[in-house]
């Protein structure tokens, strides 16, 4: 997808809540850097890490947090809403359910546009597109002076069945900028049915989009000041990167950053070893993030944070709070929980020497599989007999063996996260067994083997850098500029011809898109059309890939998505077309993506093999190498141990290196 | 520690959470079929089902999270089928008969037993999986099938348990039955198909479970999941001071006659759990707030399930501290031939009032004060002018929260026994003649204290076209209880607003006619304060 980088120096550099991660092109070869976050100004990191190693890219692309932190610390601009009136309590009710089924006291969070600047207009659309009530200029005159009063520094407008005729919606915004208002309308930002939904996505924008703006314009004049020419652009939640300017004005489409660039990272490492399917599988300190690529990467449209709904496109991740931090303990009813609370970076596993609480990366420490003199690269120690202290205290119901309790804290860990790879496939109609399982983050190479047994994947795949993989997802995300526009069109059974209205739908979404990426520069690209489909009656739509607007290659495409997700279609009932998609995607430069990143500095230091015993189903004796080191396949048992991570090859699977820089590891006795 | 847990110990630690992660699994997955398959946007849109998992004795061993009213009651159901036996593989039993299994006449149950191959080509039952969803119309005397009626048969049609599937083949006759009885049989039809879909995937998913723990090995894991249960509700009781504890509270009317209908419970508490005593509860009423013991039973559940950690599991073995008193032919344990739609929707409310207000004496502490306490129901129908067909809609929506010791209570928000979601505006729009001019937070109608209850909803929806609209709801007379000395939330009320007329005051549980521009506003009641 991507173009050959050449002389062109490339970054790409993720920020996450602990971790500054980058990933550098220099033009003959990759380079890896990590360094601490700086939460306060997120931008600092990039800067001092670039500095420290004398980087100065032509390109930078960047997963930022900023958008997420915003959102979760409740830290946005001072926005106002303008709405139908009768709607202005919509983001207060929400759809009026509570977040926990069982509290005694259930709470929810406030959200981020308080009571008093969320204003009415008294003008209705009908479902059908027709003006009930008819817009008073004088009167939006008068709220957006109520608007300016109340100090707003950008506005959300959000009316009833805009996406279905905007005129009045597009007024408002017209007068609202006039007065010099930082305005995003849902028509811009989202034009989908479900006014709760949509106002939510819209607020989002309006309340993140300041910040993005000046962190940005911010990060861009430092690049500058570095030496670095910058190309300056920002993950997108859907896997693509989109322009400073854009990524200030729809702020929201950022949410989703990191992950998306793992997603990414984890398709471009698969497609350099020739595999098509595969499931990622990221694991961190805290959590695991999932998703599944039959081919290409899956979005969906029903994301939340801090309990705000985002309808823009995301990459299609599911998260559990399971990671190598997650805490061990016995509840009240005798059986064993590992996670959601986690000891995090500070106070860290028990063997980090600061807490005590028995976390995962304790129960591999203990069953020899962590080694405490290898952790990151010999970077740091770990305190074995820290964790096995913490462990032991859990050793009652496991006739007081910490090794049994560790290897059971271990099969809950994997236990909950073959939930979540059960979720992303065999819920939604595919068989794990035509995946590979592409395993990343600091701790998925850990449980990679295990889980692919649980679920009956054949492959296991570990990328060269699985510690840094979001931001080499990063250099090799396209440019994408998406474009959609909700409508309820319906197709009856029997219909047959072209659904114009569609097409000319899709055909301005095009154009619109292709000039969006032309003022960024990219003359040239290509571009997909999707469209989200139901059967009438139903209320929830499958997003399927349409190369027509033949009312036949519809029902057909439809019907097929239909049976592979849920097992049957109904051929005979009409259907609606409920949203039109076009995604235009233009190529970038990006480093070869069979480049395996050269060690530098002091993680080019090779420590020797040992021999040591390790528990698996029981202590067996087990080399322990040095990945970089390993030039043929290799059976387990054995422990890889890498700059960023620590490979489990349990006994019966067997490891082989790849020309892509890439890990694949089988089952012993099969390919 | 249990007194039961002969089995205990067992198996480890390890694997009980395993066996309980992947039991629960199979619920949830089937909730995900069934969410994205169905027709009604009753179910897709506001999730009013149930998927749970049984073992060969009929113990409910997981239950998917998403409407507590079905709690106690799904049990029932699989209880109520044994009499079909035998089964073959692929049969799938539905019902919906309140009396045998069921709950209120909409909420259509499917129950399927299954099996594993056993020695010598004989199948051996491990246990059964079943779903049930609220379906918009099941037939009877108004669309929506939420009358405000005086016989179970006003109410909709009846389904015994009876096969839907034998063998894996339909049964065409049940089928043929059923949708000759309701007013919206395409849309029935797609939401049993989708009923169906999720059965399918919960035999296929337990089928493999009890392949993968081996026969002895499931049952032990099925009793060590339970026992578990049991020591996680033992273990929140614990904290609770011993002692008996008396509390009553009143639904306003039956909707058949004026007079409050009193709810009594006397609450004997011990480390070994609680006895629950309604006895002193109205007899059963002509009007439809009867509520089957299963009902109750849930109410009871539920407050109990309020009390402990979050990650605690949904099993039988939860509720077996549990030991009740309930009268015959009371509101609280309904005897046929009485309506019992509103006892599942609203007396479910009213009992949870009842367990929560016994609890808070006990613990003045920790419980926030009443909640809303009604589900506001609302259910329509008629001809739509737009296609010439019929449409049938129902919505429940939320109110106040009780304040309590942590705060201030939840505004606008369903509590309780549901927690169904509200049809967006634009989504109901589309679908039916109806539009919706105001959807707000009713402020000031929260009960004030140290920590204010929570306000509830103003809700007003035009009629487009001539419908039969059926109201359902509570606390119209009285609003809930503020607690610890806080002040009672304000009850809510109904009203039509007709074009050139006064407003007219709607009565809380009443069925009557719209003309096309008419208005029902809905103002739903504010929790109550707490200190």
């Given at each position: 997808m991507a173009e050959q980088g050449g002389r062109r120096r490339l970054l790409g550099v993720d920020v996450g809540g602990t971790f500054t991660d980058f990933l550098y092109w220099d033009g003959a070869a990759l380079r890896l850097h990590k360094r601490p976050s700086t939460p306060d100004d997120p931008g600092r990191a990039v800067l001092e890490g670039l500095a420290e190693r004398g980087w100065r890219p032509h390109e930078v692309v960047h997963g930022s947090t900023v958008s997420t932190n915003t959102l979760l610390t409740r830290s946005g601009a001072r926005c106002a809403l303008v709405t139908t009136r009768?709607?202005?309590d919509t983001l207060v009710i929400?759809?009026?359910?509570?977040?926990?089924?069982?509290?005694?006291h259930p709470t929810r969070a406030d959200p981020p546009i308080p009571d008093a600047r969320r204003f009415e207009i008294d003008e209705r659309v009908a479902a059908d597109g027709s003006v009930v009530r008819a817009l008073d200029e004088d009167e939006v005159a008068a709220v957006l002076d109520r608007v300016q009063a109340s100090r707003a520094e950008a506005l959300a407008v959000c009316l009833l069945f805009s996406f279905v005729n905007p005129a009045h919606e597009r007024r408002i915004a017209e007068m609202a900028r006039d007065r010099g208002l930082t305005v995003s309308a849902s028509c811009d930002v989202m034009p989908e049915h479900r006014e709760y939904e949509r106002m939510s996505t819209t607020v989002v924008n309006a309340y993140v989009a300041p910040a993005m703006g000046r962190y940005l314009s911010r990060l861009e004049a430092g690049l500058r000041a570095g030496g670095a020419a910058t190309g300056l652009r920002v993950m997108r939640s859907n896997g693509g990167a989109m322009s400073v300017a854009e990524a200030s004005r729809d702020a929201v489409r950022t949410v989703l950053s990191g992950p998306a660039g793992g997603v990414v990272g984890a398709r471009a490492a698969a497609e350099a070893a020739g595999v098509g399917q595969l499931i990622s599988f990221d694991m961190g300190g805290t959590s695991t993030d999932v998703s599944l690529l039959p081919g290409r990467v899956l979005e969906r449209t029903d994301f939340a944070v801090g309990g705000l709904p985002i309808r823009t496109p995301t990459v299609d991740v599911h998260t559990v709070g399971a990671g190598g931090g997650s805490i061990a303990s016995l509840d009240a009813g005798g059986a064993l929980r590992v996670g959601p609370e986690s000891a995090g970076a500070?106070?860290?596993?028990?063997a980090y020497g600061r807490g005590d609480a028995p976390t995962l990366t304790d129960a591999h420490v203990v069953l020899g599989r962590l080694r405490p003199d290898r952790f990151l690269g010999g970077a740091m120690t770990l305190d074995a007999a820290a964790a096995e202290r913490a462990v032991a205290t859990l050793s009652d119901g496991f006739g007081r063996s910490a090794t049994r309790t560790a290897q059971a804290i271990v099969e809950v860990a994997n236990a909950n996260m073959a939930r979540a790879l059960r979720v992303i496939s065999v819920e939604r109609g595919f068989d794990p067994a035509d995946f590979a399982l592409v395993a990343f983050g600091g701790a998925g190479p850990l449980h990679a083997c295990d889980l692919a047994a649980e679920l009956g994947i054949p492959q296991v795949l570990i990328p060269p850098a699985p510690g840094v993989l979001s931001a080499a997802g990063m250099l090799q995300a396209p440019v994408v500029k998406d474009a959609e526009q909700g409508m309820v069109l319906r197709i009856e059974p029997d219909a047959t011809g072209r659904e114009a209205a569609l097409e000319a739908t899709f055909a301005r979404l095009e154009a619109e898109a292709r000039a969006a990426l032309r003022r960024d520069g990219y003359g040239r690209c290509r571009v997909e059309r999707s469209a989200d489909l139901r059967y009438a009656g139903q209320s929830h739509e499958i997003a399927v890939p349409l190369r027509s607007a033949s009312r036949a290659a519809i029902r057909a495409a439809l019907a097929a998505a239909h049976r592979a997700r849920?097992?049957?279609?109904?051929?005979g009932r009409a259907l609606e077309v409920v949203v039109a998609r076009v995604k235009a995607i233009a190529r970038s430069a990006a480093p070869p993506a069979t480049s395996a990143p050269a060690a530098s500095g002091p993680e080019a230091a090779r420590t020797a093999p040992q021999t040591s015993t390790v528990v698996w189903d029981r202590p067996r004796r087990t080399r322990i190498l040095d990945r970089g080191a390993l030039r043929r396949s290799i059976a387990g048992p054995a422990i890889l141990t890498q700059l960023d991570t620590t490979i489990l090859l349990p006994p019966g699977w067997r490891a082989r290196p790849l020309a892509s820089g890439s890990l694949r590891i089988t089952r012993e006795g099969r390919r | 520690m249990p007194s039961r847990s002969t089995t205990a110990g067992a198996i480890d630690p390890a694997r009980l959470a395993v066996f309980e992660s992947l039991a629960a699994s199979i619920a949830e997955e089937m909730g995900a079929t069934l969410r994205h398959t169905a027709l009604s946007p009753n179910i897709k849109e506001r999730a009013d089902y149930s998927c749970a998992v049984f073992d060969a004795g009929g113990r409910l061993l997981a239950q998917a999270a998403h409407i507590p009213v079905h709690l106690g009651a799904m049990p029932e159901s699989v209880r109520a089928v044994a009499e079909l036996a035998p089964w073959s593989p692929g049969d799938v039993a539905i019902l919906n008969d309140p009396f045998r299994g069921?709950?209120?006449?909409?909420?259509v149950t499917m129950v399927s037993p299954v099996f594993r191959p056993g020695r010598g080509g004989r199948r051996a039952l491990v246990g059964y999986v079943s779903s049930r969803a609220h379906q918009a119309d099941i037939g009877g005397m108004a669309p929506g099938s939420m009358p405000v009626a005086q016989e179970l048969v006003q109410e909709g049609f009846i389904i015994p348990p009876v096969r839907l599937y034998r063998a894996g083949a339909l049964v065409p006759e049940t089928l043929a039955l059923f949708l000759r009885n309701v007013r919206t049989p395409a849309e029935r039809q797609g939401d049993i198909d989708a009923q169906v879909a999720a059965q399918r995937v919960g035999e296929r998913r337990l089928a493999a479970l009890a392949e993968r723990f081996g026969a002895a090995g499931f049952r032990r894991a099925a009793a060590a999941l339970l026992d578990s249960g049991e020591r996680a509700a033992l273990a929140g009781m614990a904290a609770i001071p011993p002692g008996a504890y008396n509390f009553e509270d009143a639904l306003d009317?039956?909707?058949?006659?004026d007079e409050p209908v009193p709810i009594r419970l006397r609450l004997t508490t011990s480390a070994r759990g609680w006895d629950l005593d309604f006895t002193g509860s109205a007899g059963q009423r002509p009007g439809s707030i009867n509520a089957v013991a299963a009902v109750t039973r849930s109410a009871s559940y539920y407050v109990l399930r309020c009390l402990l950690p979050p990650e605690a599991p949904t099993n039988a073995g939860l509720f077996r501290p549990l030991r009740f008193t309930l009268p015959e032919r009371s509101v609280v344990n309904a005897a046929p031939p009485v309506a019992v739609a509103a006892g599942n929707v609203e007396t479910s409310q009213r009992i949870v009032d009842v367990v929560w207000g016994a609890i808070a004496q006990a613990l003045p502490d920790r419980m926030p004060a009443a909640s809303s306490g009604t589900m506001n129901n609302l259910a329509a129908g008629g001809i739509d002018p737009r296609t010439d067909e019929p449409w049938a809609y129902y919505e429940t929506s939320g109110g106040g929260l009780g304040g309590g010791p942590d705060g201030p209570g939840l505004r606008a928000a369903h509590s309780h026994m549901t927690n169904t979601l509200n049809t967006p505006a634009e989504a109901l729009e589309i679908a039916y003649p109806l539009r919706v001019l105001e959807n707000s937070v009713r402020r000031g109608s929260g009960g004030a204290g140290r920590q204010r209850g929570g306000d509830g909803l103003v809700r007003r929806t035009q009629f487009l076209a001539p419908a039969t609209v059926t109201l359902i709801g509570e606390r119209r007379r009285r609003g809930p209880w503020g607690a610890a000395g806080g002040a009672d939330g304000r009850a809510g009320r109904n009203r039509l607003e007709r074009a050139g007329r006064r407003d007219r005051a709607l009565p809380g549980k009443t069925t009557f006619q719209v003309e096309a521009g008419d208005v029902v506003r809905m103002e739903t009641p504010g929790g109550g304060g707490w200190g």
């Open positions: 009768g709607f202005r929400g759809r009026q359910a509570r977040p926990e089924l069982y509290a005694l500070a106070p860290g596993p028990a849920f097992g049957h279609a109904d051929t | 069921g709950t209120h006449l909409p909420d009317d039956d909707g058949a006659s």
